[in-house]
Every structure is written in C-alpha cells, then in structure tokens.
C-alpha cells in the first residue's frame, strides 16, 4: 500500500498539509515525499512493492506534469513497451508508465488500465488536476473542499479531518476532471446478459479466476495469504500454491475457545503443503482492539467492524513477526456468487439487482475492511476476486444460474474447482460461516455483551436518537457510531447505510447483519 494526497488550488499551507497526511504515514512507511507544483501539492508516503530502488519513487514527473499514485497495475510491462518508442523510464516501477499514457490518450487512459489503483494527476499544461480510482475501489480515495473552497484527495478520510467539511469517497469507477466526476467504467452494469452453458461457466470461472491469482504473484516484495478455512480464501491458496515454486506462507486467526475455522484452516494448509502460522487472540485481545479498529476503519458499520477485528489483529502478528509485505484475500467472492440471505431472493432477477448493489457500495465494506486492516500494518491488499475481467465475467451470468437452485451456495464456484485436486471435498462443498463468526462465536458474543453493558435501556433509546442518518437499531451499533463520532464528527454520510441483508426479502427482516440469525444457516457455524 502506499498513501497520496492532493491539494488541488494554490492557496495551500503547507503546515495544514503535512499534519494531514501524516495521519497515513503506515501505508506508506518506506520513504515519503512532498511536492510543490505551483499550483497546488501533491504527497506520497511509499510500501515499495514494485521495483524496489529509490528510483520507483513518487511523485512522477514527465514535461511539466506530474502524478502520484496508489495501486498495482497489472501486465504494465506490455503498455511500457508500446512506449518504448516515444518516453525513456528510469524505475521498474509500474506506476511510471502513468504520465506517458496521460500525455497520448488522456483520460481516456482510465478505461486501458487493469489495475487496482487511486491516482491524482496535475496537468502542467492546462494547470488542472485529474484524480480517478479503479472500477472496484480496492484503492482508497476520498475528497473534500477547504474553506476557500478548493478540492482536497486522499488515500483515508482521517488525511481530510479538519482540513475540509465534508468528505466523501471517490466514487470507483470515475475520475475527476473540469469540477466533475464522470463514470468511465461502470463495472457491475451488465450490457448482455452471457447465455454459456452450466459447464462452460465453470470453465471460464476457473480460468478467469487463476489468471486473477496468478497476476496478484507477482511482487518484488514478499508474499502471503490470509487462510481462514473458508471457500474463497480456500481457493486463492489452493490456486497460488499450485502456481508457486515454493511452498506459500499462509495465516489464520481464531478464539482461544471456539475458533469455527482454524481446523478448517489447518486442513487446507496441510492438503496444500503451506507453511501455516496460526494466530490465537482473546475476549481481551477483541475488546481492547475495538476503538482502533473504528479509528482505522473510518465507519460505524456492525458487519465491517466485527469482521475486521480478527483481520487486523492477524495482520498485526504478520507485520511485527515476518518480511511480508504482500497479503492476497478472498473478499468479492459473495458479492458475486451470493451470501447465505441471497438464497432468499425471490427471483433472479432480485439476485442481479442486489449483486449490482453489493458491488458498487463495495468500496464502503468489505473492501474498506481489507484495505485499511492490511494497510495500517504497512502490507498491501491483492484481492483476486476482484480481477476485473473475472468480475465482468461472472455479473454477465444468467443470474438463474447463479442462483441457490442446486441446495448449495455458490455452487458454480465450487464446480468449477471441483476437478483437479484443488480442496479436500469437505472444505469445497463446506457451508459458508460469516467471517467474523468463524473466528468465534464468542468474538461477536462478547462484543454485544460489552454494548449491551455499556447502555441503560433508558440511555439507549435517548443517545440512539441523537443520528438522523444510519440510525442505530441495537446497543451494538449506538456503540460504534459513538465511537466512529470522536473520530470523524458529522462525517456519517461517508457510509450510506448499514451492510443487512434486504429487509424487503422474506425470512430477511432480521436486527443483526450476522448470517446466524437466518433460518438457512444450519451447518455453515460447525
């Protein structure tokens, strides 16, 4: 992960600036820089991932223009080739290849770009700036006005406290230019709906898939994998280890008594030949995490504070006992192929309409969660799942196919890995178990129990209604909101709403996001 800002007006006080962005220094702890562009600053804190000398440094500069950047681009070394002709780059560094596609295709640049990236750019020529982030939003970018009324990006909402009013994310999918936000790529839009057969589906999905993995390998850093027993992560190891020469280091977290997945992880880990470490942590260990946890996070929501609390605290073991810089996780992989309350979507086109949803708020849950519980342990965040071509792929699927027609959630994911030695049979076709379930029913007992001591019925109901916006409904999340206040006052509307499941669905009108308070979760918490 690296960290950027912007200031984007030439009234910038450099003081302001710095106390701002250092707020980020942990994504970013290997070097950092601030320049002056004479129309404004740009700032960027560097995890050198990709061509390690100080000549990968940012931020770049090319006749006048400049640019910082946080992301991997992938396959970069076919656009630097077809520029060969024209630009001479002095880094290994994919980022470089930016201003070069800027100065021939402008903006329209955006739409060649496989990538996971936030970038702003500062056109020398026309003294504007230009920002834009991946169709995704696996790269964090947020903006806001100062008081004179100049724009303001950064990596994290905390960069933009105090220095502007209201903050927002970067919507994915846009970049920025002339005072506007303008859409280039609107990944979960599907144009046509894709007709393939049931097994050619599976195909593609397991292509896609490993192609996705295989190009998240490649890192001058080291690399490591988050395992948790589940499908997806499953999967991302089991794929990783068959493509490494050597055996992949992998990481799983769990309660002291009641950890669901760490036997699950074990499994995998001893199917697949990788060197396992696993991380043990206490009711103590979750309830003195729980304020940094917001604090980092930047939200209030119950679902992604509870499942990033094991992920932080693993991350936290990772950063302070290895080398690893490079951590890949399985989240999209419900957005796409369902979650356990989508078995109750009352058709399929309901399902397709709520896939989309999922997708385009992405950026404000489970890939907030990843993000920022990876980056501020100075790691980075590859999420395969999220390959853009496999994504474009499995939202064009006949939603009918992806529906739970089989009495197995996300079965074509599961077909399509079903030959080949990938998983032990019990871990492929294994019920899902929410994440921050799976490691302990009693993490999210304890956390309830803690709210629930922390309120009088009577302070409740009064302190509930103090929030207009994304009221809170339980002790649990008037906790967090209040503690997501201290830190980002006012600033709510960063997060549209909880993550629930659709209450508009029957057998989905439930008070807790958890997929254990559903009929349907029978074996999914064994």
Same mark, same amino acid.
């Given at each position: 992960m690296c960290s950027i800002m912007g200031y984007c007006g030439s009234s910038a006080a450099m003081e302001t600036f710095q106390k701002g962005f250092q707020r980020t220094i942990?994504?970013?702890?290997?070097?950092?820089? %601030?320049?002056?562009?004479?129309?404004?600053? &740009?700032? @960027?804190?560097?995890?050198?991932?990709?061509? +390690?000398?100080?000549?990968?440094?940012?931020?770049?500069? $090319?006749?006048?223009?400049?640019?910082?950047c946080n992301g991997e681009i992938y396959g970069f070394e076919k656009l630097r080739q077809s520029l060969l002709h024209k630009y001479t780059f002095k880094s290994d560094s994919d980022c470089e290849i930016l201003l070069p596609l800027y100065e021939e295709y402008g903006t329209d640049m955006f739409r060649m770009l496989d990538a996971e990236f936030a970038c702003i750019i500062y056109d020398g020529k026309t003294q504007e700036y230009i920002a834009a982030r991946d169709?995704?939003?696996?790269?964090? &970018?947020?903006?806001?006005?100062?008081?004179?009324?100049?724009?303001?990006?950064?990596?994290?909402?905390?960069? +933009?406290?105090?220095?502007?009013? =209201?903050?927002?994310? @970067?919507?994915?999918?846009?970049?920025?230019?002339?005072?506007?936000?303008?859409?280039?790529?609107?990944?979960?839009?599907?144009?046509t709906v894709c007709q393939d057969d049931l097994e !050619?589906?599976?195909?593609?999905?397991?292509?896609?898939?490993?192609?996705?993995i295989e190009k998240r390998l490649v890192a001058d850093a080291k690399v490591g994998f988050l395992l948790s027993g589940g499908l997806d992560s499953?999967?991302?190891?089991?794929?990783?280890?068959?493509?490494?020469?050597?055996?992949?280091? !992998?990481?799983?977290?769990?309660?002291?008594?009641?950890? %669901?997945?760490?036997?699950y992880a074990k499994q995998v880990a001893d199917y697949i030949g990788s060197d396992h470490t696993e991380v043990i942590i206490t009711k103590e260990d979750v309830l003195d995490a729980l304020r940094s946890v917001i604090e980092l996070l930047g939200t209030f929501d119950i679902t992604t504070i509870r499942a990033s609390i094991g992920m932080? $605290?693993?991350?936290?073991?990772?950063?302070? =006992?290895?080398?690893?810089?490079?951590?890949?996780?399985? /989240?999209?992989?419900?957005?796409?192929?369902?979650?356990k309350y989508t078995d109750f979507a009352p058709s399929a086109e309901e399902f397709q309409k709520e896939s989309e949803k999922r997708i385009r708020e992405l950026h404000m849950y489970d890939v907030l969660r990843a993000d920022r519980c990876i980056s501020v342990n100075s790691l980075e965040a590859r999420v395969p799942f999220g390959d853009l071509d496999f994504v474009r792929y499995v939202m064009s699927v006949d939603p009918g196919k992806k529906m739970n027609v089989y009495?197995?959630?996300?079965?074509? +994911?599961?077909?399509? @890995?079903?030959?080949?030695?990938? $998983?032990?049979?019990e871990i492929l076709w294994r019920e899902k178990a929410a994440f921050s379930d799976a490691v302990g029913h009693s993490m999210v007992d304890y956390l309830k129990e803690y709210a629930d001591s922390y309120y009088t019925e009577e302070e409740y109901e009064t302190k509930r209604r103090n929030y207009s916006h994304a009221r809170? @409904?339980?002790?649990?999340?008037?906790?967090?909101?209040? %503690?997501?206040? /201290?830190?980002?006052?006012? $600033?709510?509307?960063?997060?549209v709403d909880f993550w629930m499941p659709n209450k508009e669905w029957e057998g989905c009108n439930v008070d807790d996001p958890s997929a254990r308070v559903l009929s349907n979760y029978g074996a999914s918490g064994k």
């Open positions: 942990s994504r970013g702890p290997d070097d950092s820089r %601030i320049v002056d562009t004479g129309k404004g600053i &740009l700032g @960027f804190h560097r995890l050198a991932i990709m061509g +390690l000398t100080p000549s990968g440094m940012q931020p770049f500069a $090319l006749n006048g223009n400049y640019v910082v169709p995704i939003g696996i790269r964090p &970018l947020y903006y806001g006005y100062d008081p004179e009324g100049v724009i303001v990006f950064a990596s994290e909402a905390k960069n +933009l406290v105090g220095l502007c009013g =209201r903050i927002m994310p @970067f919507p994915p999918g846009h970049y920025y230019k002339d005072g506007a936000f303008i859409c280039y790529c609107d990944i979960a839009k599907v144009d !050619t589906v599976c195909r593609k999905i397991r292509e896609k898939l490993t192609a996705g499953s999967l991302v190891c089991s794929v990783a280890a068959k493509k490494s020469r050597e055996a992949i280091r !992998t990481f799983a977290i769990g309660m002291s008594e009641d950890a %669901i997945d760490l036997k932080y $605290l693993v991350c936290k073991a990772i950063h302070e =006992r290895t080398d690893i810089r490079v951590i890949l996780t399985g /989240e999209i992989s419900d957005e796409l192929f369902g979650y009495q197995k959630g996300k079965y074509l +994911l599961r077909h399509a @890995f079903e030959d080949g030695d990938y $998983l032990p049979e809170p @409904f339980t002790k649990e999340s008037l906790l967090y909101r209040e %503690i997501f206040e /201290e830190y980002y006052p006012g $600033l709510s509307e960063m997060i």
